[in-house]
């Protein structure tokens, strides 16, 4: 059974302190990894989409990298704005996305 | 704009009142996918449909019908609703041969 376990599930970072959210995952035939942002009493936001492992994505402040068992997101000197729900999903091959928990990252000014 | 719409954003029902929640695409996607999205629980996949007239099961069926009678639209239909089924729920839609799906605001319903 595919399974995705986030962590840690809450973080809290001070303004331009840079960290990273670990999303690890099991299944059976990865066709895809996939990062996505979540906004308060909003629908998941696509951020991010990896195949393979080595791959690395970025954009603005965020980079995603991918290995066999695991991936990461890692923020680099974060604002306020980048406060939210970061969900990561794996992709089968019958096109199921199983997605995480989620870490709920807050960023304080 | 490009966008998936959910109607009604929020509801309140009692046990047993039939509801349909609406979900509709512009973008000419093949693929619709409904969630639902609980607390420590994350996004569960409810149905999907690859095509029009071609649905199938998620994870957390029960309790729920689908029916794809056009591309664009994809309702999902709670025929007799309990307080299990008080939830936040998405829909999502992607083209074929793309992974990426695209997620529309979100119901929230309360089922009392």
């Known amino acids: 059974e595919d399974q995705v376990t986030q962590s840690p599930e809450a973080l809290r970072l001070q303004e331009g302190e840079s960290s990273s959210l670990n999303c690890s995952y099991t299944?059976?035939?990865?066709?895809?990894l996939f990062w996505y942002r979540q906004d308060p009493g909003k629908g998941p936001e696509f951020l991010f989409t990896l195949y393979s492992a080595g791959e690395e994505k970025e954009k603005e402040r965020l980079k995603a990298t991918l290995t066999k068992k695991e991936s990461f997101l890692h923020i680099t000197a974060p604002k306020p704005e980048d406060s939210a729900t970061y969900l990561c999903?794996?992709?089968?091959?019958?096109?199921?996305?199983?997605f995480g928990q989620g870490t709920r990252l807050t960023i304080n000014p | 704009e490009a966008q998936v719409t959910q109607n009604p954003r929020y509801l309140i029902t009692v046990t047993g009142k039939k509801l349909t929640v609406t979900c509709s695409q512009n973008m000419n996607h093949e693929y619709m996918s409904w969630y639902r999205q609980d607390p420590g629980l994350g996004l569960r996949q409810i149905y999907y449909?690859?095509?029009?007239?071609?649905?199938d099961k998620g994870d957390v069926p029960e309790g729920y019908k689908v029916s794809r009678k056009e591309k664009r639209n994809f309702p999902l239909i709670l025929e007799s609703p309990s307080p299990n089924q008080t939830s936040l729920y998405f829909c999502?839609?992607?083209?074929?041969?793309?992974?990426?799906?695209?997620f529309g605001p979100g119901t929230r319903l309360t089922v009392l």
């Open positions: 449909s690859m095509n029009v007239e071609v649905t």
């Open positions: 299944v059976s035939g990865l066709r895809g």
């Open positions: 999502a839609s992607k083209p074929a041969g793309v992974d990426t799906q695209y």
């Open positions: 999903a794996v992709q089968d091959g019958a096109q199921k996305l199983v």
